[in-house]
Structure formats: structure tokens, C-alpha cells
């Protein structure tokens, strides 16, 4: 595979046909040799003794959709707190959002959905990605996280007022309705919404809830009346059920989940992100990096809720996404962490790698475009030199990224480099 053979992947109306490639194409079907044809940027066919107008020799390695983390956050960099994470201006959160990009993209993912940022930076970096003017996968984006006054992203003194952060503050039906229109009006593309508290933040606890129902459900309603998705960050029983209630698209984190949410859950359309890194990554590292004692001892409490939470969800059949709240404690870059961690607590290796494509493309609401290798899709792909179902923690060895695919170009990957 050369450089010039690379590059006429990415010539218009010219078909290229990868050959020689163990696919696991993202369905769940077992892994079978086949041949894919890529045409303007597309899969135009998956099978055997395609033609085209020139061949790429995958060299039997393993070809996989394009992965996909359904809950990222570009700006996050190496911060023990959320106040930390706020005390980023706009500009240095672009600059960290537009190097991050490029360590996803590099880690063979092709999309990310970013779930909250500074001032419009997802949105910022996602055209900029768009425009060929700097690297990164498909950004979904949201804004700044819509919280109640206490709430997640309220993270100074009482007697402080800040400009701008992570999140919002946001307070009753129309004010939320107010502020998605205004986010829409900055051209992003989901809504986040924290309708409980987080063990990172000062004033509120993960079993509180921050938002009443009216407020989660206007903030659904207005976004899905856009063609936005909304996203809610739940970590208490009741914030989980008015958010399956109010049908949101996907709920983040789970923590705490009944019978009755589960309930709500198996008959909803929504699907779950349990971010199984966010309670490892605390677990593991805080210790080390001395992070704040609330964090910790939350965490320590709620990793038997959300382990429960979400052996329940998956014994249910409810949708699960690989989405890794990455870049604070463990690095942009290391996303697929999520999909051995998703292994190591119940699922089999298929089933995890279906999370970190169809079923984040579902939780995307993009199923349509991405997620799968069939005809029809965005030739976003990732060959993999190993084997993901025999040990999925390889996933996470950038040297066996051997090719990125974005949109039918060559972006990223040793073959890539040359
Ligand atoms: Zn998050």
C-alpha cells in the first residue's frame, strides 16, 4: 500500500476496491474475508471479486467501521477538577480542542460526539475538522452544559460570578427553552442538559436532582422541534426516569437506575453511555493525582450503583454506547479503554465493539450514515493489524492502527504516514 494508491482513494468518481481484509463490519455478523468498494467519499459495495478503477491490498489485516465515542469533551486536558476546567479562556480551550482532535483521530476514531465545551469551541473545532484546516473525526457537537444554579457546571463561590464555563446556569422551562434556542442559533448539533449533580462538583451530589421534569421535558421538546438531539447527564434515579419520560436521546453515566427506570428504558428509544471510564479512571488514578476527597468518595459509593446499573441495562437489551469522558484522568487518545472496560464488566467482545459503532451511531441518531461497513455508509474505516474479538485490550495499541478512512480519505495510520 503506497502513498499514491492511498490518495487515489480519495479521487473523485474513481472507485477503489480494499482487498484482502478480515471484516468485522459493525452488524455483529462474524468476521468473514471480503472486498469493500469506495466511491466519493461512500461504501458503494461490500462482497467478493469487486471491480474498480484501482486496488488497496489490506494484507489480511483486520477492517472495522470507524470508531465512534459517543461522550467526549475536546477541551478537557489534563484537569483534576471542573473548576480547573473552567479556568480556560476561550482561546486556550480552542487551542486544546483542535490538538485533541487529531489524538482521537490518530486513536482510529472517525467520529466523536463532544458533550459539553467553552464558549463554541466543539462546534468551532467540527467545521474547522470540516474544512480540511485542521485534523480531527466527524464532531458532533453540543454547547456549554445546561445546568440548574448548583448544578454540575456551577463550580465557584457563591459570592464569584463568572463569565463563561463548562456549563450554563440555567433556571426554569423558559429560560432553558431560551438557551437551547440560542445554542441552535450557534449551529450546534446535540444539547446537553445536567439533570443531576457529579462527585467532581461542589454543591451538588449524584443522587440530587438538579432539574425538575418540565425543565428536561421542554429542553427535549425545543431541541427535537430543531432536529437537535439532547443528551442528559443522570446520575440519580430520579433524573434518569424524567429524561426517559421527557425522551431524550441518550442518557449519559446511569448511575443509578431501578426497576422502574429500566423499565422505561427497555420500552424508550433511548440509549445508554454509562462512561464506565469516568468511574474507573477516578477509581484508579484518585489516588495519584490527588483529586478532590468529594470525587473520590462518591466514586467509591456509586461503583456498586453503576456497575449494577448497568449489568441490569444490558441484561434488559437496552442500546449501549462506548462513550469515554476522556481527557482529564485518562488521555485523548486512549478512547478505546472504554471498549475493554465495557469487556471486563460484561460484555462480550462483539457486543463492544457493536457499542463503539452501530449502536453509538444510534445513540448519534446517525445510524444512516455511520457506524457499519455496508453500501451506502461513509467510507469511515479502521484497519487494524490484530484481532479486536481475541483481545480487545489491543484496540488500545496506536501502533496497530494501520489506516484511518474518513469520508473515503486517508487520514490517519502507519500506511498513512508512509
Ligand atoms: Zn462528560
Redo the contacts with the bound molecule.
Keep these: 500500500m503506497d502513498r499514491t494508491s492511498l490518495d487515489a482513494l480519495a479521487e473523485a468518481g474513481r472507485t477503489t476496491i480494499l482487498r484482502h481484509a478480515r471484516l468485522i463490519d459493525g452488524t455483529g455478523a462474524p468476521p468473514r474475508v471480503a472486498e469493500v468498494a469506495v466511491k466519493d467519499g461512500a461504501i458503494l459495495a461490500v462482497g467478493e471479486g469487486l471491480a474498480g478503477d484501482a486496488a488497496l491490498d489490506c494484507g489480511g489485516l483486520t477492517l472495522l467501521p470507524g470508531l465512534i465515542d459517543a ?1 467526549a ?1 475536546l477541551i478537557y486536558s489534563g484537569f483534576r477538577s471542573l473548576d480547573e476546567v473552567d479556568r480556560q479562556s476561550v482561546e486556550s480551550a480552542t487551542i486544546n480542542g483542535v490538538l485533541n482532535a487529531a489524538k482521537v483521530l490518530d486513536a482510529g476514531y472517525t467520529t466523536i460526539r463532544d ?2 465545551t467553552i464558549g463554541n469551541v466543539a462546534a468551532t473545532v467540527r467545521d474547522a475538522v470540516e474544512a480540511g484546516k485542521v485534523r480531527g473525526p466527524r464532531v458532533v457537537a453540543s454547547g456549554p452544559i445546561i445546568c440548574a444554579t448548583g448544578g454540575l457546571g456551577d463550580t465557584v463561590p457563591p459570592h464569584w460570578t463568572r463569565a463563561h464555563g463548562l456549563g450554563v446556569l440555567v433556571n426554569g422551562a423558559e429560560a432553558i427553552r431560551a438557551e437551547v434556542r440560542r445554542q441552535i442559533r450557534l449551529g450546534v448539533d446535540n444539547i446537553k442538559l445536567a439533570a443531576s449533580g457529579v462527585e467532581v462538583g461542589p454543591y451538588a451530589w449524584t443522587w440530587m436532582t438538579t432539574f425538575s421534569e418540565e425543565e428536561i421535558r421542554v429542553a427535549v421538546e425545543e431541541a427535537h422541534r430543531w432536529g437537535r438531539t439532547v443528551a442528559i447527564h443522570a446520575q440519580s434515579y430520579d433524573s434518569v426516569k424524567f429524561a426517559l419520560r421527557a425522551g431524550v436521546d441518550t442518557i ?1 453515566h446511569g448511575t443509578r437506575m431501578d426497576d422502574e427506570a429500566i423499565a422505561l428504558f427497555a420500552r424508550s428509544d433511548t440509549v445508554l453511555v454509562p ?1 464506565l471510564s469516568t468511574l474507573f479512571s477516578v477509581l484508579e488514578l484518585g489516588a495519584k493525582l490527588n483529586l478532590l476527597p468529594k470525587q473520590r468518595e462518591e466514586m467509591a459509593v456509586n461503583e456498586p450503583l453503576w456497575l449494577d446499573s448497568f449489568r441490569r441495562a444490558r441484561a434488559a437489551g437496552i442500546p449501549i454506547a462506548s462513550g469515554a ?1 476522556l481527557g482529564n484522568r485518562y488521555p485523548h487518545g486512549a478512547n478505546a479503554r472504554e471498549i475493554a472496560l465495557l469487556v471486563r464488566c460484561g460484555m462480550t467482545p462483539m457486543e463492544a465493539l457493536r457499542a463503539a459503532t452501530a449502536v453509538a451511531a444510534r445513540a448519534l441518531r446517525r445510524a444512516d450514515r455511520i457506524g457499519t461497513v455496508e453500501a451506502g455508509k461513509a467510507a469511515d474505516l479502521l484497519l487494524f493489524d490484530g484481532d479486536p474479538l481475541a483481545d480487545i485490550e489491543s484496540l488500545q495499541d496506536l501502533a496497530r492502527i494501520a489506516l484511518v478512512v474518513k469520508g473515503g480519505r486517508a487520514v490517519a495510520g502507519r500506511l498513512a504516514r508512509g
Design positions: 461522550h469533551h458533550v459539553g449519559e462512561t469522558d
